[in-house]
């Protein structure tokens, strides 16, 4: 069963930086794609970074392109969004989400993944 717990979320000030992590409590972390996503209230939620099982290959968002990196340590079952320069439209929940290898989806569509976890608030002022 995965079970995904974020942290790391908090207050910032822009320029700054925050690392997020996302550890799953199940078995089979080290074969899921992992992505991050975040949400606005009202909005849609967007896609941010994901991560091939092995850690081989990486996406990101445009907006986030050069400035945030994603990563994972399996022997952990731990994903990570490091987060650099953070801008005031970063405010966010962010949520980590887990796509079992039979899912076809996109790695960037929402819908791709079958595990969330509950999000962490990411606040970063002017």
């Known amino acids: 069963q995965v079970q995904l717990v974020e942290s790391g979320g908090g207050l910032a000030q822009a320029g700054d930086s925050l690392r997020l992590s996302c550890v799953d409590g199940?078995?089979?972390?080290?074969?899921?794609?992992m992505g991050w996503f975040r949400q606005v209230p009202g909005k849609e939620r967007d896609f941010v970074a994901a991560?091939?099982?092995?850690?081989?290959?990486?996406i990101y968002g445009n907006s986030v392109k050069g400035r945030f990196t994603v990563s994972r340590d399996n022997s952990k079952n731990t994903l990570y969004l490091q987060m650099n320069s953070l801008k005031p439209e970063d405010t966010a929940v962010y949520f980590c989400?887990?796509?079992?290898?039979?899912?076809?989806?996109?790695?960037?569509?929402?819908?791709?993944?079958?595990?969330w976890g509950q999000g962490t608030q990411v606040t970063v002022s002017s």
């Open positions: 199940g078995r089979t972390f080290s074969t899921f794609t």
């Open positions: 991560i091939a099982w092995s850690g081989d290959r990486t």
């Open positions: 989400a887990a796509r079992n290898p039979r899912n076809m989806g996109m790695w960037y569509d929402s819908s791709a993944y079958d595990y």
